[in-house]
């Protein structure tokens, strides 16, 4: 238990659907961020969110669409996506941001685009 | 064009012995690096991190060494456990951000 939930754990949906992906941090940190793992590419930073606020917005596509309601949960909405979308999305909290930062992942989400 | 490079894709070695995974970077502004460890079907867990003012950190059988000159680190574990099969990836920071590898998959041998 990472004290990071992710949910769906897999996800297949079509270019014209809509999904969304949750994660819920229970480690009562402030900073939360969406990360895109890509086969054979880097982790990606997506967006960073601190105490709610969108601090980072790492040029990601505007079907794209996060939100942050509290500390604790972080929303990914999804639509018209396109099949290169397809990856696995880490959700990660952090306590602070701008000291050092040691991450905590979640399990992630698997998503398919067809 | 990638800050944090692991050159390495994967790495396989008996268990028992040392393993040697190797990092390159290009970012001079990086001040902390750290390393992930990531198994199958989950979220990737801290490890090992070292600020760039030092040149060693070690913790239990992980140490992390890191070369500023040459802009390279590397993480040895030693002894080699089966449980040590996962992939690794090497981070740093600078700005805030994190940047990561693509991750070396370790294979430890029987």
């Known amino acids: 238990e990472t004290g990071v939930t992710q949910t769906p754990r897999h996800l297949v949906m079509g270019m014209t659907n809509k999904k969304s992906l949750k994660c819920e941090q229970h480690?009562?940190?402030?900073?939360m961020y969406w990360y895109k793992q890509s086969a054979k590419k880097p982790l990606e930073l997506m967006f960073v969110?601190?105490?709610?606020?969108?601090?980072e917005n790492n040029s990601v596509p505007s079907r794209f669409s996060p939100e942050c309601p509290n500390s604790s949960h972080l929303f990914l909405h999804l639509h018209t996506l396109q099949p290169e979308d397809s990856a696995l999305y880490l959700c990660?909290?952090?306590?602070?941001?701008?000291?050092?930062?040691?991450?905590?992942f979640g399990s992630g989400t698997q998503l398919s685009v067809l | 064009d990638q800050q944090v490079k692991q050159n390495s894709p994967s790495l396989s070695v008996q268990e028992g012995r040392i393993s040697i995974l190797n990092c390159d970077y290009t970012n001079s502004m990086f001040d902390y690096f750290l390393w992930y460890k990531k198994y199958p079907a989950e979220g990737p867990t801290f490890l090992i991190s070292i600020s760039s003012i030092k040149d060693k950190n070690e913790d239990g059988r992980f140490t992390v060494f890191l070369n500023k000159s040459a802009k390279h680190l590397s993480l040895h574990i030693v002894p080699s456990q089966p449980g040590d099969s996962a992939v690794y990836f090497c981070?740093?920071?600078?700005?805030?951000?994190?940047?990561f590898g693509k991750g070396t998959r370790l294979h430890i041998l029987p």
């Open positions: 480690l009562g940190h402030n900073a």
């Open positions: 981070a740093a920071r600078a700005d805030d951000k994190i940047i």
């Open positions: 969110y601190n105490f709610k606020e969108q601090t």
């Open positions: 990660a909290s952090s306590q602070g941001q701008g000291v050092l930062v040691k991450l905590f």
